[in-house]
């Protein structure tokens, strides 16, 4: 990190004064909540955050390095960006440009390198110092990588009540950090760092805030986030169960989700909460990325494709209306048709309501990346077309079959035309039906009468029908 110098600081001036922000967050949850915190620390200096990028005074990229593809699309909008840091300083405007996230930690100093009109690169364990790295860019390009000694929840601003309900009734939180499992493709242990989990009182206490303003829903966020193990209100260490048992007793809180989950970190209390916490939501993201066990042992997920199976057994043994969704891999290096054919079948076998799914991309400094059998660009895409078939005609007959349902609905915001809100299903389907803004905040059932590509359509319904079908 570069000190500041003890000359004229142009910043130091207009430390409060209005000034705009500009965040654009690429990848994961994680990352939309990282976002709503650099705005929430920036804006005692005056920052208010604006959705035109031409009117910024600071503009903050918050980057994903998951995949090369992600990577790369950084580069190509700090390229638009520079022109238009040339455009507005022809206007006399000055703009900062800043690069959170992965690609910051995982690229540091070598960002300034490949592109001179960044100002200030900042990893995510840092974030709670941008006010101070703002300043310091004035004089000098700055970067701030470190995995730090100090917390930085315990630094970050809270955001106002005014703030959090311009947000909407559905929030992130995050409760757990970084990764200790070290999936061979995976760079989350190296940019994220180790596998941290904050306390309970500091996690209730932020989920009091949200909830006072108005969230019914919360998510609770990690990277490995069924190995939460924090500090609990007794002193001991707290599992992810016993954190949701605890945030279920807030009032306001209707809905609670957690993501994203490693299959061996599913403990038998937290498939127990399933069962009898009716604030947590019947949805859960338990990416397995292959149904190959040749594939999963070089990946280092350390279970069996019949492990998954089981395990999926059980939950939905204590969560019948349960439904699933996960993350695949294709491609891996070493894949051959029979791997895929045993993914297909493990889709086929266990059912995903929804799915995420990449080619695998080699992540510089990943065990992964060093494998000598690294599967040919146009076998991966052939390969993944196949499985997003299975998984599209899953999804659409998970969505087909809401139809003539009552089921809960969260309703979000107003809908798309003039007379409709839209809402969220249990299983995050977007619903919308006939009402008004009175409806916002509100879980009220609604009979699902029609099924789009993307949505459900739906009308009010009794509360007593809820789950008639
Ligand atoms: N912690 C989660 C888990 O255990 O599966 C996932 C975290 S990662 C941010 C989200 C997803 O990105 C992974 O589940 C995986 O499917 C995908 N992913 C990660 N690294 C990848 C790579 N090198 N190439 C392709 N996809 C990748
Ligand atoms: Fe990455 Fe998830 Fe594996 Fe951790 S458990 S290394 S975050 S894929």
């Known amino acids: 990190m570069k000190p500041a110098s003890d000359g004229a600081d142009p910043a130091a001036n207009e430390a409060t004064a209005p000034k705009k922000l500009f965040i654009k967050s690429f990848g994961c949850q994680m990352n939309v909540y990282d976002a709503t915190r650099m705005a929430d620390v920036l804006a005692p200096e005056g920052y208010q955050e604006t959705a035109q990028p031409e009117e910024a005074d600071l503009i903050v990229l918050n980057t994903c390095h998951i995949r090369e593809r992600a990577a790369e699309k950084v580069f190509s909008e700090l390229g638009k960006l520079r022109q238009l840091k040339q455009e507005r300083a022809g206007l006399g405007q000055e703009t900062r440009i800043a690069v959170a996230g992965c690609v910051a930690q995982a690229e540091g100093a070598e960002i300034l390198r490949k592109q001179r009109a960044v100002d200030l690169v900042v990893g995510p364990q840092n974030y709670h110092r941008l006010p101070d790295l703002v300043r310091q860019s004035f004089n000098a390009p700055v970067v701030d990588t470190d995995f730090p000694v100090e917390d930085k929840f315990d630094h970050l601003t809270a955001p106002s009540e005014a703030k959090i309900r311009e947000r909407g009734v559905a929030a992130f939180l995050t409760v757990q950090e970084g990764c200790d499992k070290f999936c061979t493709f995976c760079v989350v242990p190296y940019t994220r760092g180790a596998e941290v989990s904050r306390p309970v009182a500091r996690i209730v206490a932020e989920a009091e805030v949200l909830a006072r303003a108005g969230v019914r829903e919360i998510t609770l966020l990690g990277q490995n986030v069924d190995a939460y193990h924090g500090l609990g209100e007794d002193g001991e260490n707290w599992t992810l169960a016993q954190l949701l048992r605890r945030l279920a007793r807030i009032e306001g809180v209707a809905r609670l989700r957690f993501t994203t989950s490693h299959p061996n970190d599913m403990t038998d209390d937290l498939i127990e909460a399933f069962a009898d916490l009716p604030a947590l939501m019947p949805f859960l993201h338990l990416p397995v990325q292959s149904g190959s066990d040749a594939i999963l042992q070089a990946m280092n997920r350390r279970h069996s494709a019949e492990d998954y199976v089981r395990l999926i057994e059980k939950i939905r043994k204590a969560r019948p209306d349960l439904a699933l969704s996960s993350d695949f891999i294709v491609g891996f290096p070493g894949e051959t048709e029979a791997d895929v054919q045993a993914t297909l079948d493990l889709?086929?076998?266990?059912?995903?309501?929804?799915?995420?799914?990449?080619?695998?991309?080699?992540?510089?400094?990943?065990p992964g990346a060093e494998l000598a059998d690294q599967v040919d660009e146009a076998v991966k895409t052939e390969r993944l077309y196949r499985l997003q078939a299975l998984v599209e005609a899953q999804r659409q007959a998970f969505n087909a079959a809401m139809?003539?349902?009552?089921?809960?609905?969260?309703?979000?915001?107003?809908?798309?035309?003039?007379?409709?809100?839209?809402?969220?299903?249990?299983?995050?389907?977007?619903?919308?039906?006939?009402?008004?803004?009175?409806?916002?905040g509100r879980e009220a059932p609604v009979e699902i009468v029609r099924c789009g590509s993307n949505s459900l359509f739906g009308r009010l319904a009794a509360p007593e029908t809820v789950g008639a079908a």
């Open 347 to 366: 889709i086929a076998e266990v059912g995903f309501a929804s799915t995420f799914s990449f080619k695998y991309s080699p992540r510089p400094g990943t």
């Open 403 to 440: 139809v003539g349902r009552v089921t809960p609905v969260l309703f979000e915001k107003l809908g798309r035309h003039a007379g409709q809100v839209a809402g969220k299903s249990p299983y995050l389907q977007p619903v919308q039906v006939e009402g008004g803004a009175e409806l916002i």
